[in-house]
């Protein structure tokens, strides 16, 4: 069972950047694929970013391409969303989630493909 701790959330103005973290248990992470998800309030779950097992391939919700980047670091089971000129609409709590089928490039964008899921990170943008 692979545990994910998100970090890195909190409360900015429209325009700020934050850096989410997600720290996995175990080093089987680094054969994964990763994603970030969000949920707002009376929302329901979608997917934000995604990353394979290599790094050689990304995904993006269309609303945040050129704003966030999704990235990983392998050596240290940590998987990255840097998120620029925030807006009040990405306002939502920020999930990291695994899937636990190893070497897979295609990104998948829904929930259900998903094994593991952290406990989630508030991210707040103000206008």
């Known amino acids: 069972q692979v545990q994910l701790v998100e970090s890195g959330g909190g409360l900015v103005q429209a325009g700020d950047s934050l850096r989410l973290s997600c720290a996995a248990s175990?080093?089987?992470?680094?054969?994964?694929?990763m994603a970030w998800f969000r949920q707002a309030p009376g929302k329901e779950r979608e997917f934000v970013a995604g990353?394979?097992?290599?790094?050689?391939?990304?995904k993006y919700l269309d609303s945040t391409k050129g704003r966030f980047t999704i990235s990983r670091d392998n050596t240290k089971n940590t998987v990255y969303l840097q998120m620029n000129s925030l807006k009040p609409e990405d306002t939502a709590v920020y999930y990291c989630?695994?899937?636990?089928?190893?070497?897979?490039?295609?990104?998948?964008?829904?929930?259900?493909?998903?094994?593991?899921w952290g406990q989630g990170t508030q991210v707040t943008v103000s206008s």
């Open positions: 989630a695994a899937d636990r089928k190893t070497f897979l490039s295609v990104i998948k964008s829904n929930p259900g493909e998903y094994d593991y």
């Open positions: 990353i394979n097992w290599s790094s050689t391939n990304t």
């Open positions: 175990e080093r089987t992470f680094s054969s994964y694929r």
